[in-house]
Structures are given as structure tokens and as C-alpha cells.
């Protein structure tokens, strides 16, 4: 189903059974999981694609897309990260995937705003992990905890290290979808020692309405492959360092 709304933007449902073979009821049951994920909105004789510059996409759908990629990413990011380190996490899918590298090292303090992260994290037998989740709103179908600024959390550590991913990055800087997922990087950048982007090819040149951060204000960029040569010159020019994985 895909490829019809990446062509068309809007069918009607009664197309869509056309195109599909299917039938009403089995069409308005798939529209109707479509729509839970915050991909399509559903109106009277038809259906939409939800225009991702300012849309959350729900963490299932998030969490199953360019697995690879986000594994490549972290196979490098894990470089980072010594015994006895504090980490912030951020509550993204990508981040998520350091998790199997993280309950390795002994003596780690971790915050995150993910409730899967925190849990997955508990779930491990490394007894000497440390594991910390912001108090505040759990927003639904995105993973994540939204504290206000006044969370005692942000004052009770030091910050070694902080993981962030993001919804796009262009020439400008790097965005999310989300007003209190942008705060919440924003407070937590000025509290950490190094910040460090994880970031996908298919981000790049991606503008959304909440900005983040500029360039300068990251040590380093991990993605999956070498980007573009605009986007290595202003990191370079910035200061921070580009890392990805070489090719054979």
C-alpha cells in the first residue's frame, strides 16, 4: 500500500480496494492501523498521507525502520563509551540499538526519557548498571517521558556523554517534529560534556519546524554511509568530527 500514497498523497478508499483486490472491510481495517501510527488520516471517501514535517511518527513504525542502517550507527557510537561513564539517552529508535553494547560495560549511570529504553536496560543481568527516567507526561505512541525543566533529574548528575538522533538535518541545522522532544535535547546538550548525533542517510536534507541545534553544538556525527559533500564541509567547518562506517 505504500507506493500508492507516496504517487497519489489521497485515494479514495474505494480505489484502494480496486487497487488492492481486497475488500471494504479488510481495506478500512488496514487505514484504520495505518492511522494509529500517525501515517495517514482517514476522511469521508478517502484517505490522506500525513505530510511528516511536523508529525511524531508512532515508535513502532519508527522502531522497525532501516534497522541496518541504525546498527551500523551504533557499532560506531559504542567507540564512545568507557566504564564508569553518566549517559544520557534520548528516547529514539536509533539510540535504542546502543542497548545490547551498553549492558556489556560495567558501572554505567544512564538517564533516558525512553520508557523502552529504561526498561529493556533492567531487564539485563549487568548488576552494576545504574538506570534513571525522567519524571513527567508519557506522550502516547512515542516512547517518550516529557519532564518540565524544574525535573530535579537534570541537576542530580554529571553528564559524560549524551546520544541524540533527530527527525532531519539540512544546511541550516537539525530538527525534530516535536516542540517538547526539541526542549527536552536542548536542555539536556547544554548539560552534557560531548553530544553526539546519530543520524541516517534518509535525514539529511530534511527540514522540520523545531530546530535543535546547529552544527557547532555537537562533538560528533555518526551515520550510515558518507553524506553528501555540502553536509561533511560544514561539519568540518564546525569542528565536529564525521564518522561512518568504510566500505570494502
Known sequence: ?????????????????????????????????????NLIVRMHGGVSLVQDSNVEFAYTYRE?????????????????IGTGMCLFLDSSSTVQQLIPFLIKIPNLVIITNSLKTASLLSESNNESLKVFIVGGEIKMNTNS??????????????????????RGIDEEGIYEANFSQSNLKKEMMHRAKQKI????????????FFKIGNYSDYDAF????????????????????LLFPTRD
Open 197 to 208: 548525533l546519530l543520524v541516517d542517510d534518509s535525514k539529511f536534507g530534511s527540514t522540520h
Open 64 to 80: 522497525e525502520t532501516n534497522i541496518t542502517k541504525k546498527r551500523e550507527i551504533v557499532q560506531i557510537a559504542q567507540e564512545f
Open 1 to 37: 500500500m505504500k507506493w500508492i500514497f507516496v504517487k497519489k498523497k489521497f485515494i479514495r478508499s474505494a480505489k484502494l480496494s480496486e487497487l488492492l483486490h481486497c475488500s471494504t472491510s479488510s481495506i478500512r481495517r488496514a487505514l484504520i492501523r495505518l492511522e494509529n501510527k
Open 222 to 241: 555518526i551515520t550510515n554511509q558518507e553524506p553528501d559533500a555540502i553536509y561533511a564541509t560544514l561539519i568540518e567547518q564546525s569542528g565536529s568530527e
Open 145 to 166: 517521558v516529557i519532564p518540565s525543566n524544574q525535573d530535579p533529574i537534570f541537576d542530580s548528575f554529571r553528564y559524560d556523554l549524551a546520544f541524540f538522533s533527530c
